[in-house]
């Protein structure tokens, strides 16, 4: 709410949407959710933004792809909703997480809402991202994270090109400046059989993420076909619909090999 001054001059609340543009922050949203599980620790607010410049062949939101459609909302009405479960949240020992899409496509939005969610609400915050955008993200809004959910889809270029249309440098350089800086990170890795399974690729992931000294916890993700309903109703083709899921053994061997460098994998 702005605030008047002597001169009756309106003013914003200083926050990192008005400090950048002088005006109530508005993003593209998809959607928000309670969730527990991998979207950060505890039952967690999430905001899904819409857009991503990934267009990763096993994404199970391909309706987060483009921004226009997303609905045009308030900061203001993302946090209203959030307040309504602050409690609760609060009890479960969990917090609000900004997801997409890929919400360092919307910085300013999305750093609006990580420091709402932390100073107004009190929330623990997580930022789930793949890194590709992360120049984008300011030391100010990784500041107001607690925690980066942190997707390295693969350690092999040729791979990392052919999983999302995009060069895997920009993650890795991303990871390296979130080590340089503290910030705790979950790194999630998804086992796609005869696509990021292959031995060299999980140890290049395990290896790096091992070195960085910040990580926390890495996620193994089962690839499953969930989201094709979704790519068929944009009449999009999936390419891994004859793809199997890993089975339960291959989870549990790339599992140790994360555990093999001391990294907790889960």
């Known amino acids: 709410m702005a605030v008047l001054l002597g001169s009756d001059i309106p003013t914003l609340p200083i926050t990192p949407a008005a400090a950048a543009t002088q005006r109530p922050s508005e993003g593209s949203v998809h959607s928000w959710d309670l969730s527990t599980g991998v979207d950060g ?154 696509l990021t399974d292959d031995p060299a690729n999980v140890e290049g992931v395990a290896a790096f993420a091992a070195g960085l000294g910040n990580v926390s916890r890495v996620d193994i993700l089962p690839f499953h076909k969930l989201g094709e309903a979704k790519w068929q109703a944009l009449a999009k083709p999936f390419t891994l619909h004859d793809t199997p899921s890993p089975t339960s053994e291959q989870v549990t061997a790339v599992r140790e090999v994360f555990r093999s460098h001391g990294l907790y994998a889960v």
């Open 41 to 194: 620790p505890g039952t967690r607010f999430v905001t899904f933004l819409s857009g991503c410049p990934l267009t990763c062949l096993y994404c199970h939101n391909p309706d987060t792809w483009r921004m226009r459609n997303g609905k045009r909302t308030s900061a203001d009405d993302v946090i209203a909703e959030a307040g309504k479960y602050t409690r609760f949240i609060s009890a479960s020992g969990g917090g609000a997480t900004v997801s997409g899409g890929e919400p360092l496509l919307q910085p300013v939005f999305t750093g609006e809402l990580l420091h709402r969610m932390k100073h107004e609400l009190g929330l623990h915050t997580a930022l789930d991202t793949s890194g590709f955008l992360g120049v984008r993200a300011t030391d100010a809004l990784l500041r107001d994270t607690d925690l980066v959910l942190l997707d390295i889809k693969s350690w092999d270029p040729d791979t990392y090109q052919k999983v999302t249309g995009r060069p895997l440098r920009p993650t890795l350089d991303f990871a390296r400046r979130l080590a340089d800086l503290g910030q705790e990170v979950h790194v999630r890795f998804v086992l796609v059989p005869g």
